[in-house]
Nanobody, 124 residues
């Protein structure tokens, strides 16, 4: 079992920055692919970014490419999402998710463990 806890959300003006954290406990986190998803009110959960453990590659949705950066600190069992130049359309509940599979996947159903989410609100 892996337990995930997100933190770092908040209210920020457009153009501002936030850094989300996803802290894991329970298993060797370095061998888990970790992704960030988000869900805005009335919308489906969508993929934001991921880091796969088997090759260390990172992946981004087109909507956040160039603005968000995912990174991981295996010594701290934590994955981060640095979000810069935030836009009102980035407003959502952000979740981290993990799977022992080596490669990332866009589908939420491919992830076995989820955190409770952290809210991000970007005002215009």
């Amino acid at each position: 079992q892996v337990q995930l806890v997100e933190s770092g959300g908040g209210l920020v003006q457009a153009g501002g920055s936030l850094r989300l954290s996803c802290a894991a406990s329970g298993r060797t986190f370095s061998r888990y692919t970790v992704a960030w998803f988000r869900q805005a009110p009335g919308k489906e959960r969508e993929f934001v970014s991921a880091t796969s453990w088997n090759d260390g590659n990172t992946y981004y949705a087109d909507s956040v490419k160039g603005r968000f950066t995912i990174s991981r600190d295996n010594a701290k069992n934590t994955v981060y999402l640095q979000m810069n130049n935030l836009k009102p359309e980035d407003t959502a509940l952000y979740y981290c998710a993990a799977t022992p599979r080596g490669s990332f996947n866009l589908k939420p159903t491919e992830y076995d463990y989820w955190g409770q989410g952290t809210e991000v609100t970007v005002s215009s």
